[in-house]
């Protein structure tokens, strides 16, 4: 190994095969795992990102390269990390796919990160120092103390958003989701003083909170949040900022009033389908203690305190057929949902649902690692419950076709308006209807063939 200063390249590859979401500034996020990896790097290394979200990777010098992964994009990380490994420079992968998949990733790169990195990374470093580096390191659940502020200054300058983290973990089981098991399904909460220091470093006047829930489901969490708004309210942070949230946040109006006053413009809420059946063969739980009837007033609180609702849903549940997804398009249209998220569903490792899909020989495209770039929620991957893949991928089409529309943009962006009262909340929501917009519309949803056709 070279004397003198070192040089940690960490990369941060993006997919080749769909780039809609990376079509608009608005919506590229920040690697805030490397920048996290990047601020428990020693000191005298010298550390760069190289980020595909603006500038396709080429080769640069480095000692050591770390990178992380999607499923979607865990195959470019593989031919980044096959140029590097040519040279005789060790590869180091970490991110969620690597972490279900190590012994796929172990083939393609040196070494593999299984969980939260800052569990390990100072061990990872010295064992490169000392030429002994292995081949797995299982990272344990670290402990929120551990978890520094990210290194926002070696995040691309285009980033219109700051990512800042205050909690992980999630305590709901659903099927499609593979947070609980990479990240626990207990929350751990990030000292509140420690996140508002980072909010204060960072020049963005946006952030977005990538928590899966910002308030999450007991007490505790509660309290987090709240004093994280207060905070920001005490310091005059004057950020704009979306996060994500469960629909249960409805429940607790003094804690929106808070978010509000505190800068939140938009809240993503998971709601998945409008209907009951849909909801169950997902295990969304808290979406069916709620009930469906909850929806419209749900919408109206958040509305009241000047916040946006960013509606996920999902096309391609168990016992959807083509005239579930018209309807679901129908309720998404009706309903008072400011911008909308449609995703095809999509087994990705580490789920029930991957696991269930795959001893059910459901999974359509298996030439793993090429086929891992359909995996990004916008292409049809697996054998669907109630129609053809073709069917379904058509119908999403047509959703697509119905829900991006600029007409229909446009009527969004009146009727946030009035129902925000806010300019500045119905601008967020125009803007963000454009980002989806530009998944939809780069590439006609495909699907994959296989004998069932
Ligand atoms: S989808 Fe949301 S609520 Fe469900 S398990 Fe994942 S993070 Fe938790």
């Known amino acids: 190994m070279s004397q003198g200063t070192k040089r940690l390249l960490l990369i941060n590859p993006a997919n080749t095969y769909r780039k809609g979401y990376l079509l608009r500034r608005e919506s590229k996020q920040a690697p805030l795992g490397l920048g996290m990896v990047a601020a428990l790097t020693p000191p005298d290394w010298q550390v760069k990102i190289w980020d595909e979200n603006f500038r396709e990777f080429r080769f640069r010098e480095a000692d050591l390269v770390g990178i992380t992964a999607v499923t979607a994009s865990v195959n470019r990380a593989y031919e980044i990390a096959a140029v590097y490994r040519g040279k005789g420079i060790p590869v180091i992968l970490g991110g969620i796919h690597a972490s279900y998949l190590p012994d796929e990733a172990l083939q393609y790169v040196d070494s593999v990160v299984i969980g939260e990195a800052e569990g390990v990374w100072e061990q990872v470093i010295r064992d490169f120092e000392s030429d002994n580096l292995k081949p797995c390191y299982q990272a344990p659940l670290c402990e929120m103390k551990h978890v520094p502020a990210a290194r926002h200054d070696l995040f691309h300058p285009g980033y219109l958003f700051a990512s800042i983290q205050t909690s992980r973990g999630c305590p709901m089981d659903c099927d499609f989701c593979s947070v609980p098991a990479f990240n626990g399904n207990k929350y751990r909460l990030r ?122 849903f999902i096309y391609g549940m168990e016992s959807d057929t083509v005239e579930a997804i018209r309807n679901r398009t129908n309720y998404i249209l009706k309903s008072s949902v400011d911008v909308t998220q449609a995703s095809v569903m999509t087994p990705l490792p580490g789920t029930k649902l991957y696991r269930r899909m795959k001893d059910e020989g459901r999974i359509l495209c298996t030439d793993f690692p090429q086929d891992w770039q359909h995996f990004h ?47 500045r909340s119905a601008v967020w929501a125009w803007n963000s209807n454009l980002n989806y917009r530009s998944i939809a519309k780069e590439k006609k949803v495909n699907y994959m063939y296989n004998d069932k056709q």
């Not at 004057?238 to 929106?256: H, R, V, Y």
């Not at 109630?386 to 829900?403: N, Q, S, W």
């Open 377 to 423: 929620f916008t292409d049809v991957v697996f054998q669907p419950g109630g129609m053809t893949p073709k069917e379904l991928a058509e119908a999403v089409d047509e959703a697509y076709g119905r829900i991006a529309s600029m007409g229909e943009i446009r009527r969004r962006f009146l009727r946030t308006w009035w129902n925000t009262k806010s300019l």
């Open 191 to 312: 000292d509140v003083e420690n996140v508002l220091d980072e909010i204060e470093s960072v020049p963005h006047p946006m952030l977005y909170f990538v928590d899966d829930n910002i308030i999450g489901y007991n007490k505790k969490a509660e309290e987090h949040a709240v004093a994280l708004f207060e905070g920001m309210i005490r310091r005059g942070l004057k950020k704009d900022w979306f996060a994500q949230a469960s629909l249960n946040i409805a429940e607790k109006p003094e804690i929106l009033k808070l978010a509000a006053r505190s800068g939140c413009r938009m809240l993503l809420i998971g709601i998945e389908a409008e209907n009951e059946t849909a909801l169950e063969s997902t295990n969304k739980k808290l979406n069916l203690r709620m009930g469906v009837d909850s929806y419209k007033a749900a919408y109206r609180t958040l509305h009241k305190q000047g916040i946006n609702v960013l509606g996920a």
